[in-house]
């Protein structure tokens, strides 16, 4: 048999506390979106910005190279804005490569620093004890003005992208990135994580505050109980003392009732 609580809550409070526990799990939600989409991009491009720096080589993450599309070369399969992962290759496996792999390659018609990720469209051929592969890119005309030579090979791209990122992990290179992506959510994370606990503390506050109103009125009920019993108890003290007077009174009244008999029949 269930029982029902017969203590009623402050209709006020109630109504209070669900807006506020809403907007907290709103502003949660908000805050764990924000960590899942900014903090890894963060990491990988501090990661690969020190290699960068450190090295000449690609900055890569554990044989992982994560390049940023700029161009719509690879459209459909490929979208500018998209991060595109490349697995490194070694001798051998450059030796393997075959018509219609995906490869990033630095541009042998750019700067020398600049890196393509293309199809190659041809099968590969050797010159001069190197190999070269013919490439293009899937949304161009034409094919590639120069061939790739195997010393050019950055990785092979084998389908893993992630969408859209790119455009974020550019704009977060910049200053204004920086500020906007970076410092403007740590510091609305931080002044909510400040204002949660200063709620906290107000409603720890309120609680201590209701909990000694709660035991001053206790002590005072305490108080009025005990003169309560101390009253009655006095009360008690006063009839006995009247009953035991009226006693002895009645005693001496029969003393002298019985003395007068005898003093009437001498």
């Not at 890569?60 to 940023?68: A, E, T, V």
């Amino acid at each position: 048999m269930e029982e029902k609580s017969t203590k009623k809550s402050s209709p006020g409070a109630s109504e209070s506390a669900k807006p506020m526990d809403r907007k907290e799990k709103i502003a949660g939600i908000i805050g764990v979106v924000l960590c899942v989409l900014l903090i890894p991009i963060l990491v990988i491009n501090c990661i690969l910005i020190v290699k960068g720096l450190t090295s000449d080589d690609v900055p890569s993450i554990g044989g992982k190279i994560p390049l940023i599309v700029l161009t719509e070369s690879m459209e459909p399969e490929i979208n500018a804005g998209d991060i595109i992962i490349c697995q490194e290759l070694s001798k051998e496996d450059i030796k393997s490569l075959k018509k219609g792999d995906v490869i990033s390659f630095y541009d042998p018609a750019g700067n020398g620093t600049s890196i393509v990720t293309h199809e190659i469209y041809e099968d590969p051929y050797i010159e001069n004890g190197k190999i070269y592969f013919v490439t293009k890119g899937i949304n161009n005309l034409t094919k590639d003005k120069k061939p790739v030579s195997q010393d050019k090979i950055v990785g092979i791209y084998k389908g893993t992208r992630i969408p859209i990122i790119g455009h974020i992990a550019m704009f977060m290179q910049s200053t204004a990135g920086l500020i906007i992506c970076i410092f403007v959510p740590l510091g609305a994370l931080v002044a909510y994580e400040l204002l949660r606990r200063k709620k906290q503390d107000k409603v720890k506050d309120n609680d201590i505050e209701a909990l000694m109103a709660e035991l001053k009125a206790l002590k005072e009920q305490t108080s009025s109980d005990n003169r309560d019993i101390k009253n009655e108890a006095q009360s008690a003290d006063t009839v006995s003392e009247g009953i035991t007077s009226s006693g002895e009174d009645s005693e001496d009244t029969v003393k002298e009732a019985a003395t007068s008999d005898e003093e009437n029949k001498n």
